[in-house]
């Protein structure tokens, strides 16, 4: 057979397919494809395949140079998608480093996805979060003693803790639906400490299934709040616990960062490159604004007006939050070099710090790493103009 290699096929549409490879790869591809693939999958040589490929109604008529040429173009692609030295795309977490190899995963998971049998994921999930919900409600924080830095670590360790099971979730989850999966880790997402779990082996699987592994973590942590929601009766201090995991809950639902609640809504809308495509219809509207084409916005189908709109919330978000914090938090943002410069100095404690002081100090990360970028773009569109003007002077010489 002419393509040796083994591959998965999942059907998102009458004439859209995620074709996915064992490395972890992943190919959106039309119906076409699909049957030019397997064609070649069947066929001994290129000979017996052409012959096939001719007798389909559907394919355009060529001859067979170019038939050969259109097979190994199709052939070196894939050549590329099982090389496991190749990354499909590009990760956005950084400085990765795993914590439980994927072979142990088996063992870490097994107690838990007896929990992800539908009727009971369903069922769990809701009475779980209904439960969390109504004791954040009711709850009298009035009760609840204070924390002080010397027991920090009461919240570190439960916080950790609750981490851990949202990424045992995923990958449980996995296991239950037989997807393919990596190894549970460490990373940094911009400048932000994060815990990953690779489960890109998901794509194999239909959208319902996919949804229910990218909610699994979430469902982890509800489950583990629930438990220290009904502790906190006896152990006040743990309903501090509970909140602050409910908000980070509400946090991971976000659609507009690389959060579940991204991965989510990609497969509601049945786009997988759902951020690359936002951006590029914001940019054509961009261009047929300037042009004063009226028209553009009664040409988008319904999923690209959606996709409009999730591109223009998504491109305000974060200049609207850093405002927020300008405005909010004006005079620390202000005092922040001279505290920094004590601090470096020796004469403060981070102890003694408030919390506003690292909240200047998000900001003013978050606005180096956004400069920085914008930085980035613009030199190479400077080195890509510049190249194309040293062509354009070869070929006029």
């Known amino acids: 057979m002419l393509i040796p290699y083994t591959y998965s096929l999942n059907e998102e549409a009458p004439d859209k397919w995620i074709i996915s490879f064992e490395t972890g790869s992943h190919f959106i591809v039309n119906l076409k494809t699909v049957k030019f693939m397997g064609i070649l999958k069947k066929s001994a040589d290129m000979k017996n395949a052409y012959k096939v490929y001719c007798d389909h ?5 060529c001859s067979f140079n170019e038939f050969t040429l259109l097979t190994g173009n199709i052939i070196d692609r894939l050549k590329l998608a099982v090389d496991k030295e190749y990354k499909a795309q590009p990760s956005y977490i950084h400085f990765k480093f795993s914590v439980i190899p994927t072979r142990y995963i088996k063992y870490v998971t097994k107690p838990f996805t007896s929990l992800f049998t539908l009727k009971i994921f369903i069922t769990t999930y809701i009475f779980s979060l209904l439960f969390n919900l109504s004791n954040l409600y009711f709850i009298n924080t009035e009760l609840i003693p204070e924390l002080s830095y010397t027991n920090v670590t009461f919240i570190i360790i439960p916080l950790l803790l609750s981490t851990l099971f949202h990424e045992i979730g995923h990958l449980a989850a996995c ?12 990373g940094f997402y911009f400048i932000f400490p994060v815990a990953y779990s690779d489960v890109t082996g998901i794509w194999a699987l239909p959208k319902y299934q996919r949804i229910l592994v990218n ?17 906190s009766h006896w152990f006040p201090s743990l309903a501090y616990i509970g909140i602050i995991i409910m908000i980070r809950v509400a946090y991971t639902f976000i659609p507009f960062l690389r ?3 991204y991965w989510i809504l990609s497969d509601l809308l049945n786009e997988q490159n759902l951020l690359p495509r936002s951006r590029k219809i914001l940019n054509k509207l961009f261009k047929h604004v300037r042009n004063l084409n009226s028209d553009f ?13 999730y591109g ?22 202000v005092n922040f070099p001279y505290l920094l410069t004590k601090l470096v100095s020796g004469e403060y404690m981070l102890n003694k710090l408030s919390s506003e002081f690292y909240i200047a100090s998000i900001f003013y990360l978050l606005l180096t790493i956004r400069l920085v970028k914008i930085l980035r773009k613009v030199l190479i569109k400077s080195q890509y103009y510049t190249n194309s003007q040293w062509k354009n002077n070869d070929i006029n010489s």
């Open 259 to 261: 959060n579940d609640g």
């Open 312 to 333: 223009i919330i998504n491109a305000l978000y974060f200049p609207l939050f850093m405002i927020y914090i300008a405005t909010s938090y004006t005079n620390y943002l």
């Open 175 to 186: 296991r239950q639906y037989n997807a393919k999966h990596g190894e549970m880790g460490f």
């Open 57 to 61: 109604d559907e394919f355009q008529l």
């Open 297 to 309: 916005f009664h040409q988008l189908d319904r999923k690209e007006k959606g996709l409009l709109v």
């Open 215 to 231: 909610l699994s973590g979430v469902y982890m942590e509800l489950l583990y709040t629930s438990i220290l929601f009904t502790l």
